[in-house]
């Protein structure tokens, strides 16, 4: 199964922006599936963060949004706080009836 | 609260089997479809297995098709992973995760993990 590819690392000091792109192909994100991302702390479950390419869930902040245009989709973090130090992932549904899970990206705030 | 909790995980040499349990509570456990989904040292996530809410559909990624098994039992609120001819590669942490109650393909409710180490 293929694999969604995202940035290993991204960084931004306390109260600025970052985003995380998430890149895939016709097969997954362009065949029309929805993309999911998810907020993982070593140790603890992961977190679903956004569903259907923009949808917060109960609870998740309004800092976290989310598109996605083509084969891509973007996650992004304004206001950047220090709890928001984690590994996130995007997910979405290959057209070989299969779950595909980014490469995962490491957000450290400076 | 919704929550899953998963257990079985332990230290074996390769070609052995083993079977992992997920335990569901808070939540309809047989109207919805499970996965499990792992991580191996150092890596990201990787999906392994799904199972409809009836058992009547299940899927594996190619790494595992033909080695592993994926059941639950409604009844008790239960999920398993028959995990057989385990590989070095198969080491990692083993997540339980509740699928969404729509179309949207995501996991709405993970559990914490139980690892699994395979090692000569």
């Known amino acids: 199964q293929s694999v969604l590819t995202q940035p290993p690392s991204v960084s931004g000091a306390p109260g600025q922006r970052v985003t995380i792109s998430c890149t895939g192909s016709?097969?997954?994100?362009?065949?029309?599936?929805?993309v999911h991302w998810y907020q993982h702390l070593p140790g603890t479950a992961p977190k679903l963060l956004i569903y259907?390419?923009?949808n917060r869930p109960s609870g998740v902040p309004d800092r976290f949004s989310g598109s996605k245009s083509g084969t891509s989709a973007s996650l992004a973090i304004t206001g950047l706080q220090a709890e928001d130090e984690a590994d996130y992932y995007c997910?979405?549904?290959?057209?070989?009836?299969?779950?595909?899970f980014g490469t995962g990206t490491k957000v450290t705030v400076l | 609260e919704m929550q899953l909790v998963e257990s079985g995980g332990g230290l074996l040499q390769p070609g052995r089997s083993l079977r992992l349990s997920c335990a569901a509570s808070g939540f309809s456990f047989h109207d919805f479809a499970m996965h499990w989904v792992r991580q191996a040292p150092g890596k990201g996530l990787e999906w392994v297995s799904g199972i409809s809410w009836d058992s009547g559909i299940t899927s594996y990624a190619d790494s595992v098709k033909g080695r592993f098994t994926i059941s639950r039992d409604n009844a008790k609120n239960s999920l398993y992973l028959q995990m057989n001819s385990l590989r070095l590669e198969d080491t990692a942490l083993y997540f339980c995760?509740?699928?969404?109650?729509?179309?949207?393909?995501?996991?709405?409710?993970w559990g914490k993990g139980t690892t699994v180490t395979v090692s000569s």
């Open positions: 995760a509740k699928r969404d109650g729509g179309s949207g393909r995501y996991m709405d409710v």
């Open positions: 016709s097969s997954d994100i362009g065949a029309g599936y929805g």
């Open positions: 259907g390419n923009n």
């Open positions: 997910q979405s549904y290959g057209s070989l009836s299969a779950y595909v």
